[in-house]
């Protein structure tokens, strides 16, 4: 199983869609070999410029 992580649901639920994961769980989205789950709010961000070599 390949699980997917979106920012938040609506995207879940559309890269859910495009890969017909369609089966709904409790925080996740399933089916077609994949698990899709959400975050609320942004995953990562960029590091202040004195941080990269």
Known sequence: MI????EKPSVAKDIARIIGATGRNDGYLSGNG??????????????MPEAYG
Do not use: D
């Not at 699980?3 to 979106?6: K, N, P, T």
């Not at 994949?34 to 961000?45: E, N, R, S």
């Open 34 to 47: 994949y698990m899709v789950t959400w975050a609320f709010g942004h995953l990562i961000q960029l590091a």
């Open 3 to 6: 699980a997917l992580i979106a």
